[in-house]
């Protein structure tokens, strides 16, 4: 109990958001009403009892292990989804509690409607049928695509209406493997085998056994790691740094990328025999541009997910789906959601009009898939430079820490990693 935890009863009593303070033995010492409030149970009956169902194997205890803050996502009675921000708390006496707050609670989209791939066009219902033929196989499949078309999306459907849709769909962000990261977050290390390796660590390929592995912008990758990646998908065998065991691991890959990977073949920078290894079932991804008259359907679809995060019911003028409908969004759908995020906010009692559109206009014309124009070259525009003096807010208040500021954001961490590169933010 607290009876001698002055700070941390103050906590309870101060905290506005739902607040638990639990030990290390794994067990409730305190919470705020709005804890109970949320959870509809009784303090009393709660003081004592475990942390949660899933106690020992479960985020609070991983917490006690490393005492590193977490973002954490669980559903509710399969109806409410909620995200928990969970953290060191030290008493006035030196000891150690884990404080838990819930940062946001929305209601889901039906089951059915989660990730949903919407459109009805011609266009859109090619494709779709093709990313149905490539779930039927197993064959490797490459996605490409413009930056912003919904990539990761299509992997996702491929892989929950294949054979393996019961297992794990695991996301490898190649943008952010750097040549030191590369083996550790693809294959794992054990305990001791470099500086900061405290415990051993499950790579991704091995976490994928049975399930798919989606190589998002494989375009990216560095070079020089392309044959051990490639070897382990030939073979599905594989090595954790620091270990001398050879294991295995049977998934199905999906890649992605905007760049175009035949001329970097051309030019050395990707690795042939990986290309062709990788491309066994390509499927070009539409833009927006190339199915307009889904923006209905999708407008529709994001305003419903909009509303559920904030707890609203958002509508649109005529005229102001007339103005989406005029637009060629070089963004693609990403951008059309960031435009409908920024319209829920500006637009008045819920009701978007033709005033609250904008759009995040670009300097220049669109670039060669294969140039990168110098970031000095680029002035930002004024939305551009508000979501940059927004996110440095946002890392002096969580000081520097990437998870609590995507969270925040309600942003994926990769999403922010490419915002902060993009701003120079790094």
């Known amino acids: 109990m607290l009876e001698n935890s002055i700070s941390l009863e103050s906590l309870l009593e101060t905290h506005e958001l739902p607040f638990v303070i639990i030990d290390a033995a794994l067990t409730v010492v305190g919470l705020n009403k709005a804890w109970e409030k949320r959870h509809n149970i009784c303090k009393e009956e709660s003081i004592g009892k475990a942390?949660?169902?899933?106690?020992?194997?479960?985020?609070?205890?991983?917490?006690?292990?490393?005492?590193?803050?977490?973002?954490?996502?669980?559903?509710?009675?399969?109806?409410?989804?909620?995200?928990?921000?969970?953290?060191p708390l030290l008493d006035h006496d030196g000891t150690v509690y884990l404080g838990e707050t819930i940062t946001q609670s929305h209601v889901l989209l039906n089951a059915n409607d989660r990730n949903k791939m919407v459109g009805s066009s011609a266009a859109f219902s090619?494709?779709?049928?093709?990313?149905?033929?490539?779930a039927k196989t197993q064959a490797a499949t490459f996605l490409q695509g413009n930056t912003g078309t919904g990539k990761e999306l299509a992997a996702?459907?491929?892989?929950?209406?294949?054979?393996?849709?019961?297992?794990?769909?695991?996301?490898?962000?190649?943008?952010?493997?750097?040549?030191?990261?590369?083996?550790?977050?693809?294959?794992?290390?054990?305990?001791?085998?470099?500086?900061?390796?405290t415990a051993v660590k499950k790579g991704?390929?091995?976490?994928?056994?049975?399930?798919?592995?989606?190589?998002?912008?494989?375009?990216?990758?560095?070079?020089?790691?392309?044959?051990?990646?490639?070897?382990?998908?030939?073979?599905?065998?594989?090595?954790?740094?620091?270990?001398?065991?050879?294991?295995?691991?049977?998934?199905?890959?999906?890649?992605?990328?905007?760049?175009?990977?035949?001329?970097?073949?051309?030019?050395?920078?990707?690795?042939?025999?990986?290309?062709?290894?990788?491309?066994?079932?390509?499927?070009?991804?539409?833009?927006?541009?190339?199915r307009l008259q889904d923006i209905p359907e999708i407008t529709d679809y994001l305003l419903k997910q909009q509303g559920q995060r904030d707890g609203e019911q958002y509508s649109m003028s005529k005229e102001a789906l007339i103005k989406l409908l005029k637009h060629q969004w070089p963004g693609n759908i990403r951008e059309l959601k960031n435009c409908l995020?920024?319209?829920?906010?500006?637009?008045?009692?819920?009701?978007?009009?033709?005033?609250?559109?904008s759009y995040m206009g670009l300097v220049s014309e669109q670039k060669?898939?294969?140039?990168?124009?110098?970031?000095?070259?680029?002035?930002?525009?004024?939305?551009?430079?508000?979501?940059?003096?927004?996110?440095?807010?946002?890392?002096?208040?969580?000081?520097?820490?990437?998870?609590?500021?995507?969270?925040?954001?309600?942003?994926?961490?990769?999403?922010?990693?490419?915002?902060?590169?993009?701003?120079?933010?790094?």
Do not use: W
């Open 51 to 87: 942390c949660c169902k899933n106690a020992p194997n479960c985020r609070h205890a991983e917490l006690f292990k490393t005492l590193e803050p977490y973002i954490s996502t669980e559903v509710i009675n399969e109806e409410i989804q909620q995200t928990v921000r969970g953290y």
């Open 126 to 134: 090619q494709y779709k049928n093709k990313l149905l033929k490539a």
């Open 156 to 197: 996702e459907f491929i892989h929950s209406h294949s054979k393996r849709a019961a297992q794990e769909f695991v996301v490898v962000d190649c943008t952010v493997l750097t040549e030191a990261l590369f083996e550790s977050e693809l294959f794992g290390h054990e305990k001791g085998a470099f500086t900061g390796a």
């Open 204 to 290: 991704l390929f091995e976490l994928a056994d049975q399930g798919t592995l989606f190589l998002d912008e494989i375009g990216e990758l560095p070079l020089s790691q392309q044959p051990k990646l490639l070897r382990a998908i030939e073979t599905g065998q594989f090595r954790r740094v620091g270990s001398t065991t050879t294991l295995t691991s049977d998934v199905r890959i999906i890649s992605a990328t905007h760049r175009n990977l035949p001329q970097m073949v051309k030019v050395g920078e990707f690795r042939e025999d990986l290309f062709y290894r990788i491309s066994v079932f390509p499927v070009q991804v539409p833009t927006l541009a190339e």
């Open 341 to 357: 995020q920024l319209a829920c906010s500006l637009c008045d009692m819920q009701y978007i009009t033709e005033e609250d559109i």
């Open 368 to 426: 060669p898939l294969l140039e990168s124009p110098a970031v000095t070259s680029v002035k930002a525009s004024p939305l551009q430079q508000m979501e940059s003096d927004i996110i440095q807010a946002l890392l002096q208040k969580h000081q520097g820490n990437r998870k609590l500021v995507a969270a925040e954001m309600d942003i994926s961490e990769r999403t922010l990693y490419r915002k902060l590169k993009r701003f120079e933010l790094n």
